[in-house]
């Protein structure tokens, strides 16, 4: 991880909707490299702050950066330097493997030798040269995982963003899916993750915990469970929830 190149900038970054404040003067700072958990129970504003940052959503105030582009005025430059993958994935079941790389491919504006240089790559890199023919509904929900994330960063962007993208699969597939992560941002890709899994959150370089909006908690797994004097992130977010309960007892 570099700690000097910042990649994602935000300070003071809030969105309201009508008199409900989902997130609520936020700020933090990702660097090239580094992978950033970015954990908080449903409803936490952890999604809308993503929406914020991919240029899905206007913020109402506050300044952030990514990949050097303003949310409020680039949001479409944003949009062709990022990778995204959702929690649903993001591919089409009625298409083959072979189709949906080079559908992400051409989204991203590669060339048709680009589109071919990557596509027999990733099918050879996951293992799927046997499946490039195959519809994508006939695929494991592993592999489907494994292409998702790999269309996701098709065109190099420097910053990926994944929402929950291990949700429902087995522990294995999971810990094989960190391994392209780790793979990523080792060459200089920064990841930015959400999840659910508090044993996941221990492979981030660093995690912000985001409670009503706010974010409670921000610094690496090993920190955090020395301040909050806990064995795991499990124990650490239990005592944030517990906190924010008894405020309101």
């Known amino acids: 991880m570099n700690n000097n190149k910042k990649v994602i900038e935000v300070s003071g970054l809030t969105k309201r909707f009508g008199n409900f404040t989902a997130v609520d ?19 936490a504003g ?7 940052l991919t240029g899905l959503l206007s913020p109402t ?11 409020y005025k680039q949001s479409e430059q944003i949009k062709m330097n990022i990778g995204y993958m959702s929690q649903k994935f993001s591919l089409y079941e ?6 949906n790389i080079q559908f992400y491919a051409g989204i991203y504006g590669l060339t048709d030798k680009q589109i071919k240089e990557k596509t027999d790559f990733l099918l050879h890199k ?28 098709i065109h190099d962007p420097s910053i990926v ?5 291990t949700g429902g699969v087995d522990p294995i597939t999971r810990r094989q899916f960190w391994g392209l992560i780790y793979e990523a941002a080792e060459n200089k890709r920064t990841i930015f993750v959400t999840t659910h899994y508090m044993d996941e959150a221990e492979y ?13 908690a921000l610094d690496s797994p090993s920190k955090l469970k020395e301040q909050f004097n806990s064995k795991s992130m499990n124990e650490v977010f239990i005592q944030l929830a517990r906190k924010n309960q008894n405020q309101f007892v």
């Not at 952890?46 to 914020?52: F, L, N, Q, V």
């Not at 105030?61 to 949310?71: E, K, N, P, Q, Y």
């Not at 195959?134 to 995982?145: F, M, R, T, Y």
């Not at 963003?161 to 993208?165: I, S």
Request: charged residues 25%.
């Open 25 to 43: 003067k936020i700020n933090f700072d990702v660097y090239e490299g580094e992978i950033f958990g970015f954990l908080g129970a449903n409803g």
């Open 126 to 153: 996951l293992g799927l040269e046997d499946s490039r023919n195959e519809l994508i509904k006939s695929l494991p929900l592993g592999w489907k995982q494994k292409l998702s994330f790999s269309v996701a960063i």
């Open 94 to 99: 009625d298409l083959t493997v072979a189709e």
């Open 204 to 216: 981030c370089d660093r995690i912000s915990i985001m409670v009503d909006g706010r974010i409670e």
């Open 161 to 165: 963003f994944l929402d929950e993208p």
């Open 61 to 71: 105030s506050g300044m952030a950066l990514v990949a050097g582009f303003d949310v």
């Open 46 to 52: 952890k999604t809308t702050a993503m929406k914020m």
